[in-house]
């Protein structure tokens, strides 16, 4: 608003001076046709001062008023009455102020070229600020629209929080559940370690941008959650090269990738399963690479079909723009997730 205001004052400067030039060169002109200064400057600044009114009233019309495509005509008529508003004005006050029967014939004669004169200097002035205001509603409209499409994206990713964290929940309850009838112990220490995690992740903003050294503490509560759960049979290797530990990446993004390869990995296995979480620096880029092996007669790993990958891949989206920040791919039973995440 302050930035409109400081823009209208400068514009309001603006009429002021271009009315002082229009004066001075209207009566260097009338000057030459043999009247003295004070006719040629009175005739001048009441002429200026009207046509500086009309384009004035135009201007500010057309900052509330933008006209359709076919109301230019209203435009046109507005100019021509407005042109005519400053003749007729100069006809009958002008005639008063200089007496004589030659300025009195001079202004006669020089109506219809006032009149044009006039038409052409609003028609410049209302074309002006139609181009000037229109431009200023662009850049309003597309300041709302990002505005809006920002509510949306982090209402998306909120969304998308609210599905991954119930069906994390709603696992390690059932965990729990199983664990306090033979193992209590166990089952108090997963409920406190279900504590930390949860204290951890409402404190997280879903735009948050942590290091990776932050991301992996985060992480090793939720892998000391899931070893409960599975005792002996989960393993898992974390390799971070010391340079890209304190690289940025956005809070939580591991958790539902490493969920993925825990599900493809165990669930249809009874054997020791280890996976594997790798960082790397490559270019402007960190590269997070999580491994799982599985069984392909009892498993089918899904390219990126599943809501944690997609769920992934969808905040990767809204976060940086872009679709290529995600691959998955199986080779040799082994599930393989990596994503990228540029380093600005």
Same mark, same amino acid.
């Given at each position: 608003m302050a930035a409109s205001n400081l823009t209208f004052s400068k514009l309001r400067w603006a009429f002021v001076a271009c009315g002082l030039a229009w004066a001075g060169l209207q009566s260097y002109i009338i000057h030459g046709f043999g009247f003295d200064w004070y006719t040629a400057l009175t005739d001048s600044l009441v002429?200026?001062?009207?046509?500086?009114?009309?384009?004035?009233?135009?201007?500010?019309?057309? &900052?509330?008023? /933008?006209?359709?495509? *076919?109301?230019?005509?209203?435009?046109?008529?507005?100019?021509? @009455?407005?042109?005519?508003?400053?003749?007729?004005?100069?006809?009958?006050?002008?005639?008063?102020l200089n007496a004589g029967s030659v300025y009195f014939n001079f202004m006669g004669q020089s109506l219809v070229i006032r009149f044009f004169t006039d038409f052409l200097a609003i028609g410049w002035m209302a074309m002006i600020s139609m181009i000037w205001y229109s431009q200023i +509603? /662009?850049? !309003?409209?597309?300041?709302?629209?990002? !505005? @809006?499409?920002?509510?949306?994206?982090? @209402?998306?990713?909120?969304?998308? $929080? /609210? /599905?991954? #964290?119930?069906?994390?929940?709603?696992n390690?309850?059932?965990?729990?559940?199983?664990?306090? *009838?033979?193992?209590? +112990?166990?089952? &108090?220490?997963?409920?406190? #370690?279900?504590? +930390?995690?949860l204290r951890g992740t409402l404190k997280k903003d879903d735009q948050q941008q942590v290091t990776l050294n932050e991301e992996l503490q985060h992480l090793n509560l939720y892998l000391d959650i899931e070893k409960v759960r599975f005792g002996h049979r989960l393993k898992t290797e974390i390799s971070c090269d010391q340079k890209c530990g304190e690289s940025i990446l956005p %809070?939580?993004?591991? #958790?539902?990738?490493?969920?993925? %390869?825990?599900?493809f990995g165990l669930?249809?296995?009874?054997?020791?399963?280890?996976?594997?979480? $790798?960082?790397?620096?490559?270019?402007?880029?960190?590269?997070?690479?999580v491994q799982n092996p599985f069984d392909p007669k009892?498993?089918?790993? &899904? #390219? *990126?079909?599943?809501?944690?990958?997609? %769920?992934?891949?969808?905040?990767?989206?809204?976060?940086? *723009?872009r679709n290529d920040l995600m691959e998955t791919h199986a080779n040799d039973n082994i599930f393989t997730t990596i994503i990228k995440i540029p380093q600005l």
């Open positions: 002429s200026s001062i009207l046509l500086t009114a009309a384009c004035w009233l135009i201007n500010n019309n057309l &900052r509330y008023y /933008q006209p359709g495509k *076919g109301s230019y005509i209203n435009i046109l008529i507005w100019c021509m @009455a407005l042109a005519a508003s400053c003749t007729a004005g100069c006809r009958y006050v002008l005639p008063y +509603d /662009q850049k !309003e409209n597309e300041k709302r629209k990002l !505005e @809006a499409e920002k509510l949306a994206r982090d @209402a998306e990713l909120y969304n998308l $929080r /609210q /599905q991954l #964290q119930p069906h994390f929940l709603f390690s309850l059932n965990s729990i559940n199983a664990l306090i *009838g033979f193992k209590p +112990d166990e089952a &108090r220490k997963m409920i406190h #370690q279900l504590s +930390d995690f %809070a939580m993004i591991l #958790q539902p990738l490493v969920e993925n %390869a825990i599900k669930y249809d296995t009874t054997e020791e399963v280890v996976v594997s979480i $790798r960082g790397e620096l490559e270019g402007n880029y960190l590269e997070l690479i009892t498993s089918r790993p &899904r #390219q *990126g079909t599943g809501f944690g990958l997609s %769920a992934v891949q969808r905040r990767l989206y809204l976060l940086f *723009g």
